[in-house]
């Protein structure tokens, strides 16, 4: 069995959904030397969260932003956690209804996404850094 591991930072992204899939790719070319094996994507914070979704259409990634925060909303009276500003606690709750991993299989050397499926970074934050992922490959 082969592992390939790195880790990558991602660019400083607008609070919103937003297609990684080619930035994944890019950081781990090793994928075509697996023919049958699985690819796990893992961010490292607790205020952005990975998920796999509709990858032609933009307004599905506004959609899911608009939807998050009304199932989110900011400015609640119960947060306690606001060390960093309103969007501070949903930004954590929304991470972890999202998750923080993605796992992709590979099958001859190419990841097996279904044709509109692509990986999103959900980015909850209004000032955010760019983000670390741990991107690992592994199989036969």
């Not at 032609?56 to 119960?78: C, G, L, W």
């Not at 306690?80 to 050397?109: Q, R």
Request: hydrophobic share 35%; net charge negative.
């Amino acid at each position: 069995m082969k592992f390939f591991q790195t880790d990558i930072r991602l660019k400083p992204y607008a609070r919103g959904f937003h297609l990684i899939t080619n930035d994944v790719l890019s950081a781990i070319p090793e994928i075509n030397e697996i023919n049958i094996g699985q690819l796990q994507v893992f961010i490292k914070h607790t205020s952005a969260s990975l998920t796999i979704n509709e990858n032609a259409d933009p307004t599905v990634r506004e959609d899911f932003e608009s939807h998050i925060n009304k199932m989110v909303p900011e400015h609640q009276p119960y947060y306690k956690h606001t060390y960093e500003g309103a969007d501070d606690m949903p930004a954590h709750i929304k991470a972890s209804l999202m998750g923080a991993s993605v796992t992709i299989p590979i099958t001859h050397g190419k990841l097996n996404l279904g044709i509109w499926q692509g990986v999103y970074l959900c980015e909850h934050r209004n000032q955010a850094s760019g983000r670390q992922l741990i991107i690992t490959a592994f199989g036969h």
